[in-house]
């Protein structure tokens, strides 16, 4: 499965835009982009994905550069309530030999401060 | 539906003794992964079950580990003998059909003494 890396840790203001960036520079024709983030002592919670077109739900946006070897989540106004570990993920197609598996990095922790 | 249910919540027991964990994963789910996290290792893929089935199970530790799905709707993950470094929290997931998201269960805290 494609690797991922990034950033150790970021802080944001709160109600602004924070922007968390991903390398999967040896991303697959058919690996998908997933977001992730753990609230503390929670189970992580599902946030967006995608596969090469940007992606809007109520929560984020996510966007996927054209060559697909890096993207960036964005939380439009975050909250104190936005703190957390956000994990970028690379899961094959499920229809494939991996069954959409899952496989966590150290994430970013993210910090909203007043 | 209540999501993926994980029992027990907190476990502590003794180094030596079997424990059980168990998951009922969300009605109509095909996919079921087992996850262990710790401080120093993060969140680890322990196994994924499709169908009821065992695909991958590399990312069991030892042959202490077992886990079962017997039907659709149940699994348990159990540890046989329990050491302390086998003190984590265990989190168990499901999934529907292609490329849909994981469901996380609340965890199940061990801690082996």
């Known amino acids: 499965d494609a690797k991922t890396t990034q950033p150790t840790s970021m802080d944001c203001a709160e109600g602004r835009a924070a922007n968390l960036p991903c390398n999967h520079s040896?991303?697959?024709?058919?690996?998908?982009v997933y977001w992730y983030r753990q609230i503390h002592s929670q189970g992580p919670q599902y946030i967006i994905h995608g596969l090469k077109n940007n992606e809007t739900n109520e929560m984020a946006s996510l966007i996927i550069t054209e060559d697909r070897k890096s993207s960036t989540l964005i939380l439009p106004h975050a909250t104190l309530r936005d703190t957390a570990v956000y994990y970028c993920?690379?899961?094959?197609?499920?229809?494939?030999?991996?069954?959409?598996?899952?496989?966590f990095g150290q994430g970013t922790i993210l910090t909203v401060h007043p | 539906d209540a999501g993926v249910i994980q029992s027990p919540r907190h476990e502590v027991t003794e180094m030596g003794q079997e424990v059980t964990l168990r998951c009922k994963p969300i009605s109509g789910h095909n996919s079921l992964f087992w996850y262990r996290q710790t401080m120093m290792r993060g969140l680890e893929l322990l196994i994924y079950f499709n169908n009821n089935v065992p695909i991958d199970d590399s990312g069991m530790p030892e042959d202490r580990f077992s886990a079962k799905m017997p039907n659709a709707s149940f699994s348990t993950l159990k540890i046989q003998p329990s050491e302390p470094r086998d003190s984590a929290v265990y989190f168990c997931a499901s999934k529907g059909q292609l490329n849909t998201e994981a469901f996380f269960g609340q965890g199940t805290r061990l801690t082996v003494v």
């Open positions: 040896t991303i697959s024709g058919n690996e998908y």
């Open positions: 993920i690379v899961s094959p197609n499920a229809g494939g030999t991996s069954y959409g598996k899952l496989t």
